[in-house]
């Protein structure tokens, strides 16, 4: 039976809000607004606390740090109560609670913050008044339970009132707090005094919030100094203003000041996590007797192929009557955090949905089957016997004449169009993805670009699946590392593909020119080779200046074939 503390000064407020809670189930120990009562009360060990914070005799401020002494429940969820709704729950929060509630008391909702606060199982570090920590992290690089330094804000307001007010709750939650009252000091601040995120207003005499944070963003990136917006515009159009413009964030304030918090946090700890996702580790060649065996039913036999964020296994049903063997796609891009798993794994379930379209295409493989385990996700596809692209360029005499790689080039070009038909880019085109069935010698599309949408769509919450998508080289263009792909990047990374068909392993090691805005590949494949002009087009750095889609480039190809001899 959860057991309460509800302290208040008010006797009769008190026996009546304290009847109520009994008869929910409740254990209520009652204290009165003096020390000797409320210790007297802390001794039966709450599960959680009620607290006027307007007690006469001893302040509610007053009340909190004295259960906060008390070791055995310096941890214990509290809930502030007030009789005012105008900035009662800031004050509230400032003071060490979890949560308030205002007077008149509305049972119904009161009852539903208990049930929460006690339902949570999040950990509590022991937490002096003068400096609470932290709300938990959404995403944190920190080992559970490591100890976090004080960190540095800076506020940027012209209001006075705005600033002092800001600082004084945001050092009730454990920060460090600078203050500016314009640009110009701002800035200074900056340049002298280390800052780990700056909240910044927009509407300020001298240099407006958007000049300042352009200036910001001439020094510091998005992930060296995070910047969030804490203004009362909240148009769309200033939202979207202040991304384009390299905000990492954006609050009206107005906002909940414990959401607030928690997105503080989390712009921080992503800041500081400088590594990027852990890739899975290389699956050494297992054989049908290995004893890796995913989701109780596949055994694995090998590993195909991988790159950093997965892996393509053969595998087998095990304790099947017949032998039956599949592929299964394995993507583990070093989800650590709850949150993100839960928005990863929704993603990931309404994509497979979304691309229910592809269930009459012969040549694109459906996945059959789809499970979660251990932090990574798995798709598995039904076999087909051939040969992987790439393992047939990998081979000695396995790289295509420029013939050949035209013929390959209109095939993938034809899968791709079953995607930019219905609006929807692949992402993912490569040879590893692409397998040539046996029984008659067609191309078998193995992917959906689940890695690639999946890494993109994490990496508007996380720094670091951002740092991880920039990363990317390969056939992975600009547009689509910072998280924009659009269907000319898959027409680049069938170029790509193309390079690497008529290069073999040498295409691994491209380069780009000096200038950086043309990609060196012409030195990896045959001298005067045909397709050459059909690449210059699809390799195009800007993706304006590519075929737009693959039924563009179809058509290219149809009127360039002739001309191959």
Not at 21 to 36: C, N, S, T, W
Not at 156 to 173: F, I, P
Not at 261 to 285: E, F, G, K, N, Y
Not at 477 to 489: A, H, K, L, N
């Amino acid at each position: 039976m959860p057991k309460i503390l509800l302290v208040a000064n008010n006797s009769l407020n008190r026996e009546m809000l304290g009847r109520r809670l009994q008869r929910y189930g409740h254990e209520v120990v009652l204290a009165a607004d003096e020390p000797a009562s409320l210790d007297r009360a802390i001794a039966h060990l709450p599960q959680l606390a009620l607290i006027d914070i307007s007690l006469s005799t001893m302040h509610g401020k007053s009340a909190i740090a004295r259960l906060r002494s008390h070791a055995q429940i310096a941890t214990l969820p509290i809930i502030g109560l007030t009789s005012r709704a105008v900035n009662s729950r800031s004050q509230a929060l400032a003071m060490g609670c979890d949560e308030h509630d205002t007077k008149p008391i509305q049972f119904a909702r009161l009852h539903a913050k208990i049930a929460n606060l006690l339902a949570s199982d999040r950990s509590r570090s022991v937490r002096q008044l003068t400096d609470r920590p932290s709300l938990a992290p959404h995403f944190s690089a920190a080992a559970p339970g490591a100890p976090r330094s004080a960190q540095t804000l800076l506020v940027v307001d012209d209001n006075a009132m705005s600033r002092e007010l800001l600082k004084e709750q945001l050092t009730q939650a454990g920060f460090q707090v600078y203050l500016a009252p314009e640009g110009k000091s701002a800035l200074q601040q900056i340049n002298q005094t280390p800052v780990d995120l700056v909240l910044l207003d927009v509407l300020m005499p001298d240099l407006d919030g958007w000049a300042i944070l352009q200036q910001i963003r001439q020094r510091h990136s998005r992930s060296e100094l995070p910047v969030i917006m804490v203004t009362a515009k909240n148009h769309r159009d200033d939202i979207v203003h202040a991304f384009d413009l390299g905000a990492n964030d954006y609050l009206t304030k107005d906002s909940d000041f414990e959401v607030a918090i928690a997105r503080i946090r989390a712009q921080l700890d992503a800041s500081a996590s400088r590594m990027r996702p852990v890739p899975p580790a290389p699956l050494p060649a297992q054989t049908p007797g290995s004893s890796l065996v995913l989701a109780d039913r596949y055994q694995v036999c090998r590993c195909l192929s991988e790159d950093a964020f997965s892996q393509f296994y053969l595998a087998r049903k095990t304790n099947a009557i017949v032998p039956t063997l599949y592929f299964i796609k394995k993507i583990d891009l070093g989800i650590a955090h709850s949150e993100l798993w839960k928005l990863a794994e929704t993603f990931v379930k309404q994509t497979l949905e979304d691309l229910r379209f592809l269930s009459q295409q012969d040549q694109i493989v459906e996945p059959i089957d789809f499970f979660t385990d251990n932090g990574a996700f798995y798709t598995v596809y039904p076999f087909a016997e051939g040969q992987l692209l790439c393992e047939q360029v990998a081979a000695p005499d396995g790289v295509l004449s420029s013939t050949a790689a035209i013929a390959l080039a209109a095939e993938v070009l034809t899968l791709l169009d079953i995607f930019h038909r219905r609006r929807q880019v692949h992402t993912d085109i490569q040879l590893a993805h692409l397998l040539r069935r046996r029984q008659d010698n067609r191309l078998l599309l193995l992917d959906l670009g689940l890695t690639q949408r999946l890494l993109i769509h994490l990496s508007q919450y996380s720094a670091v699946h951002r740092k991880a998508l920039l990363r990317q080289r390969s056939h992975i263009p600009m547009e689509q590392r910072i998280g924009q792909p659009v269907m000319s990047s898959d027409i680049y990374a069938v170029g790509i593909l193309l390079v690497g068909a008529l290069a073999g392993p040498q295409a691994q090691s491209l380069t780009y020119s000096e200038t950086g805005n043309r990609l060196n590949w012409r030195a990896a494949i045959p001298s005067g080779a045909a397709v050459a002009p059909l690449l210059d087009q699809m390799l195009c750095l800007n993706h304006r200046e590519r075929y737009a889609s693959a039924a563009a480039a179809l058509r290219a190809l149809a009127s360039y074939q002739p001309q191959v001899t």
